[in-house]
């Protein structure tokens, strides 16, 4: 099979390692361009005064009373007023993200033809490989090539490389443990029960998807954009990158550039994550900004609903509150296939659900 898919003026499409692999490749392709670039708006290092919240799973797990209580208020806010932290003393141990970032580069260097085995269209299909965000409908393409995987409730994995299973396995069962203590954390700084979010958003059977990204060197990246401005599907998302930055969070009006920290999972606050909290909780705007000099690796973790969870505002927060409710509920599938089907930017597919 080649390694090309339609684009939305039904040209074939390569994958982006393979563009940049030419030696021809002196500038980018028109259908790369961005005409209104981000990079022409303000972006800026995290402020001295409004740094960017680091919480403590150490003692989110295993502190003090007061210490956890600390903690969970702490998380709350990270919550309320960035939609994102940086967790810190988590359970992951270096050797497993080092092997699991090793996998996901050895995967994006194999062969087209045996990536492209995995290159499905329909947005449920457990494996996909593709490029762009959705190339049948982006209007201007985007720097990237991806890999996405369901690993929960059932697992899968590609055939190749040979290691890819058994390293997912592992580091999807750690991300998978750590994701639901911090939604017990999260569920407790919305005044609910702890397990709250876990049974009402069904998590024994909910959605865990593996997405790795890879951005190589762009000849001109100040036209091109890896992801632009963005919100997540699900509850929260973990990111972790190779060393190479192009993270960038929006917040207080500006796009603030998030530094890839060694022994740091990134914590985003998805879509659902802000309905459910009835908007109180705000999911993040992200984007990826591409580079001339190195290729960027990320690797997100969604913990996301079951597919058939109708998610909504929590009607506890409604009542003791005396807030009406600011979003339509909508099972997360439903949501999914939404998201698929509309082009890639800002909040607009959250902006469908609200009231």
Known sequence: MASTRQSNDGTKLK?????????????IPPSYTFTNNPHDEIVTDPDD???????????????????????????GKACEQWG??????????????????????????????????????????????????????????FWRDFLKIVVHPEFHSPDKPVGFRDASAEYCRGTWKVGRELLKGISESLGLEGSYIEKRMKLDSGLQMMAANLYPPCPQPELAMGIPP???????????????????????GKW????????????????????MSNGKYKSVLHRAVV???????????????????????????LENHGNPPAYVGMKHKD??????????????????VKI
């Open 84 to 141: 994102f932290f940086m967790l810190i003393n988590h359970t992951l141990s270096n050797s497993m993200v080092d092997k699991m970032m090793d996998q996901v580069f050895a995967f994006f260097s194999l062969k087209e033809e045996e990536k492209e085995k995995y290159g499905g269209k329909d947005v449920m299909e457990p494996i996909r490989y593709g490029t762009s965000f959705n190339a049948s409908l982006d209007k201007v393409l």
């Open 256 to 275: 603030i550039n998030v530094t890839s920290t060694p022994n740091c999972l990134l914590v985003l606050v998805s879509d659902h994550l802000e309905v």
């Open 335 to 352: 949501y999914m296939q939404l998201q698929r089907s509309n082009e890639l930017y800002g909040k607009s597919v959250l902006d469908k």
């Open 49 to 75: 005064d409004d740094p960017i919240p680091i919480i403590d799973y150490s003692l989110l797990v295993n502190g003090t009373p007061h210490q956890r209580a600390k903690t969970i208020h702490h998380l």
């Open 291 to 317: 580079s001339n000099k190195a290729t960027r690796m990320s690797l997100a973790i969604v913990i996301a609903p079951s597919f058939d969870t109708v998610v909504e505002p929590a009607k506890e927060l």
């Open 230 to 252: 963005h919100s997540d599907h699900g509850l929260l998302n973990f990111l972790i990158q190779n060393g190479v930055s192009g993270l960038q969070v929006f917040h207080n």
């Open 15 to 27: 994958s982006v390692k393979s563009l940049t692999e030419s030696p021809e490749l002196t500038s």
